[in-house]
């Protein structure tokens, strides 16, 4: 007993963490403030080897459990603290499905061992809860400090983001979580039969690829939320490994082949259209030798390669529009949130981005369909008209001139709402859809027109990057409606107060904002600056009755337009700011 305190008081001294205490109130606890890891690249390691080195375990890296696909074993090392009298027992959830193996031991003070094993690489029957993310019931004794190691050995992406839950937080959680699961697959459903109706009675190859593709992209969310191994191959670890380079290539292979069609490079380009015959064929073979290749080599091969098929599609998108194909226009626009979201799929996989909500589910894809939706059904609108003012045109040769010119109205008519629709989606694309502000990327677009007035002029312009105090406290408080409606205010709040200045403002991202001052010195921006903090603080948010303080840290910066790049490096300058003001204790102003 004594030797476990001191080796537990070894533990935390060496890695100056604090215990994961669950509170009295607590229902659920994410580990990752309070884990250490260590690489071990040979992964022959036992757990007393490894327990003997917890001087070697260092903390998580920027506070995330994402490492991108690595080689031998790692380790997790946390100390837990129940403090709830009602809860000894919770739930320990991997919160990534694709992980190969996985070995849980909790040392008790008494020096009881648990031992619990779980990963894709063993039946899912195994798992304590049947659900597609490992999971493992854990006694934990009241007031008493227990140590959890976790061992993940797998040749998929390492990801192993650790948290506890009640057996009613999860069951909230799990509920939640199939209700947007299914309302997407339940979207991905309806979109494969409404083309599917569409290819049926138009007979355009372009269907047919489309709908393969989308098939193959719904199979490729399907493994990596791990519903395919709950309930396609529960057993098999074979296709649990395979199932992603396989699924990712069909995937490629369609896309690049509705792209083909609706594009018509073979007509239009057709250097390339024998490049996207070799994608197609790289693809083809990769998912051939996927069959043979370690995951690891052949699931990373194919994660970066979707980079490329992404990349050459736009490639193909821009040739063909500055070729005169105005209907690659609608293409573009529809699919371009769309490779976006499969962009971060992959980034996710190896490591480039944090795992969050966005980065694991896409909600881009959502609006990518609709616009994909609604750009479709105004096509085969537009197509269904032309081809019957075709067949009128046949028949006004046998003098129904009254009816051709019916249905050439009707023609005008559905390109005018065409022409409606697209103005529309043209226009929404630059607002933030939650606080009416221009969003980042057309910020971007505009700043660049008012930095070449700047240079042309000779006039300072000058930036400020606003973020808003301790926002998450305020959804974790008052809730995320609450925490819009904050966001809405704030917003209002700004404009009023900035719009004098001819300020360009934008939401930057999350709870932070951006604004270009042109014609404003450091000095001048600052005292803007400092008018806008004020006002955000003298003014507190009322959502329902309830009055909810608002400040803003601002950082101030003026551009030298003079500098190559001015817009990147004025944009990190004004961050800097930003966190200078932050770290000196937030609601203040500071310049750079």
């Known amino acids: 007993m004594l030797g476990w305190v001191l080796t537990l008081f070894g533990c935390l001294t060496a890695a100056a963490q604090a215990p994961a205490e669950l509170a009295a109130t607590a229902s659920q606890q994410d580990l990752a403030a309070h884990m250490r890891y260590f690489h071990d690249a040979g992964g022959e390691a036992t757990v007393d080897a490894i327990r003997a080195r917890s001087a070697d375990f260092q903390p998580l890296p920027a506070g995330g459990a994402a490492f991108g696909f690595q080689t031998g074993a790692f380790w997790f090392q946390a100390v837990i603290v129940n403090r709830n009298p009602l809860e000894p027992r919770w739930l320990l959830v991997q919160d990534y499905p694709l992980s190969d193996l996985l070995d849980v031991y909790v040392h008790h003070p008494d020096g009881r061992v648990q031992h619990y094993r779980g990963g894709d690489h063993l039946p899912f029957d195994t798992r304590s809860v049947r659900h597609r993310h490992p999971n493992f019931w854990l006694t934990l004794p009241l007031d008493e400090p227990v140590e959890l190691l976790v061992r993940v050995q797998s040749q998929s992406s390492m990801q192993v983001p650790l948290a506890l839950y009640t057996p009613t937080a999860f069951s909230e959680l799990a509920r939640y979580a199939e209700l947007a699961i299914g309302l997407y697959y339940g979207i991905l459903l309806a979109l494969f039969f409404y083309n599917l109706v569409l290819w049926l009675a138009l007979r355009d190859a372009s269907y047919f690829w489309y709908l393969f593709h989308i098939s193959a992209f719904g199979l490729v969310l399907f493994t990596l939320n791990g519903l395919g191994f709950e309930?396609?191959?529960?057993?098999?670890?074979?296709l649990a490994d395979h199932s992603v380079p396989l699924s990712i290539c069909l995937a490629q292979i369609g896309m690049q082949q509705f792209s083909r069609h609706f594009l018509d490079l073979k007509r239009r380009w057709p250097a390339g259209?024998?490049?996207?015959?070799?994608?197609?064929?790289?693809?083809?073979?990769?998912?051939?030798?996927?069959?043979?290749l370690p995951y690891h080599l052949a699931t990373p091969i194919a994660s970066a390669a979707v980079f490329l098929s992404i990349g050459w599609i736009a490639v193909a998108s821009t040739m063909v529009i500055r070729l005169g194909y105005?209907?690659?226009?609608?293409?573009?626009?529809?699919?371009?949130?769309?490779?976006?979201?499969?962009a971060v799929f992959v980034a996710l996989a190896f490591g480039l981005l944090p795992k969050t909500f966005f980065t694991e589910y896409g909600v881009q894809i959502g609006s990518a369909l609709e616009m994909l939706l609604l750009s479709v059904a105004l096509g085969y609108r537009y197509a269904a008209l032309r081809n019957e003012n075709?067949?009128?045109?046949?028949?006004?040769?046998?003098?129904?001139?009254?009816?051709?010119?019916?249905?050439?109205?009707?023609?005008?008519?559905?390109?005018?709402?065409?022409?409606?629709?697209?103005?529309?989606?043209?226009?929404?694309s630059r607002l933030d859809g939650l606080t009416d502000l221009y969003n980042r990327s057309h910020f971007r677009e505009a700043f660049e027109h008012l930095l070449s007035q700047a240079r042309n002029t000779h006039r300072p312009i000058s930036l400020l990057m606003i973020d808003l105090d301790h926002f998450k406290s305020i959804n974790d408080t008052y809730g995320h409606l609450a925490g819009d409606a904050c966001l809405r205010w704030t917003s209002n709040t700004m404009a009023v107060v900035l719009a004098p200045y001819g300020a360009l403002l934008a939401r930057f991202g999350g709870e932070e904002f951006i604004a270009a001052l042109p014609g404003m010195?450091?000095?001048?921006?600052?005292?803007?600056?400092?008018?806008?903090?004020?006002?955000?603080?003298?003014?507190?948010?009322?959502?329902?009755?309830?009055?909810?303080?608002?400040?803003?840290?601002?950082?101030?910066?003026?551009?030298?337009?003079?500098?190559?790049?001015?817009?990147?490096?004025?944009?990190?300058?004004?961050?800097?700011?930003?966190?200078?003001?932050?770290?000196?204790?937030r609601d203040c102003v500071r310049m750079l």
């Not at 309930?231 to 074979?238: F, G, M, V």
């Not at 996207?276 to 998912?287: Q, R, T």
């Not at 046998?398 to 005018?416: C, D």
């Open 231 to 238: 309930y396609l191959w529960p057993n098999s670890a074979w």
């Open 273 to 292: 259209d024998w490049v996207s015959l070799g994608v197609m064929a790289f693809f083809l073979l990769l998912g051939v030798a996927a069959t043979q």
């Open 326 to 342: 105005k209907p690659a226009r609608l293409f573009l626009l529809a699919w371009s949130m769309f490779l976006f979201g499969t």
């Open 390 to 428: 075709e067949r009128i045109v046949r028949e006004a040769k046998l003098q129904l001139e009254q009816k051709v010119e019916l249905r050439t109205a009707e023609l005008r008519s559905a390109l005018g709402q065409l022409e409606e629709a697209h103005v529309r989606l043209r226009e929404s």
């Open 521 to 585: 010195s450091l000095v001048e921006a600052s005292v803007v600056a400092e008018e806008l903090r004020q006002s955000l603080r003298n003014q507190p948010c009322r959502v329902d009755g309830i009055e909810i303080p608002v400040s803003a840290s601002i950082g101030v910066h003026c551009v030298d337009t003079s500098a190559k790049n001015s817009i990147e490096s004025a944009l990190q300058v004004a961050d800097q700011a930003l966190y200078a003001a932050k770290a000196e204790g």
